[in-house]
Every structure is written in C-alpha cells, then in structure tokens.
C-alpha cells in the first residue's frame, strides 16, 4: 500500500503541467528615489496597453546577483493592490526569460 501511495505522488508529481504566467514585463533598474511610493525596481508590462512604471510592494522576490545587466525580462503571476500608491502590484511568482 505504501509504495503504490509513494508511486502514485511521484506520477502526479512529475506529470503535472505549470500553469501558464499571467503577463510578461520587464525591469529596468532600481529606483533610487526618496519618495512614499518610490524605491525598489522599475518593473513595467510589456504585454498590456499600460506600459507606464509599476511600484512594486515585494521588489525582493526578485534574487539578482550584483553583477544583474538591466533590462531583465521576466513573466510573472501578479495581484492589484489596493495601497496609497496607485497601481501597486505584489508579485506572487516569476520566472526570467
């Protein structure tokens, strides 16, 4: 029973499909500026009408090493904020292209 269990898993594991990401984008930089909504990275999307810049409430998802050459092109899973700083997204999961 066991091993039908552990091969069952295994099975489910390895032919489970990841689901597609929502949109694509791309940072530019950070953004050293002092303000409430500032900070961070420049991010903004590349595959809808508004391509203006993004805040970004968890700039640390994203683990560059310090030798990063910006643009990084990325696809991301993301959620709307509803923050002071219109059109806050916090991203839930990416990957770099």
């Given at each position: 029973?066991?091993?039908?269990?552990?091969v069952?898993?295994?099975?489910?594991?390895?032919?489970r499909?990841?689901?597609?990401?929502?949109?694509?984008?791309?940072?530019?930089?950070?953004?050293?500026?002092?303000?409430?909504?500032?900070?961070?990275?420049?991010?903004?999307?590349?595959?809808?009408?508004?391509?203006?810049?993004?805040?970004?409430?968890?700039?640390?998802?994203?683990?560059?090493?310090?030798?990063?050459?910006?643009?990084?092109?990325?696809?991301?899973?993301?959620?709307?904020?509803?923050?002071?700083?219109?059109g806050?997204?916090?991203?839930?999961?990416?990957?770099?292209?």
């Amino acid at each position: 029973m066991r091993f039908a269990i552990i091969v069952s898993v295994c099975l489910i594991i390895s032919c489970r499909k990841d689901k597609p990401f929502t949109n694509s984008g791309v940072i530019n930089g950070p953004d050293t500026r002092m303000c409430v909504c500032c900070g961070g990275l420049f991010f903004h999307f590349t595959d809808i009408a508004d391509t203006s810049n993004r805040w970004l409430a968890n700039p640390g998802i994203f683990q560059f090493s310090n030798d990063v050459k910006f643009p990084v092109y990325v696809q991301v899973d993301w959620q709307p904020l509803n923050e002071n700083c219109g059109g806050a997204i916090k991203i839930v999961r990416y990957k770099l292209l």
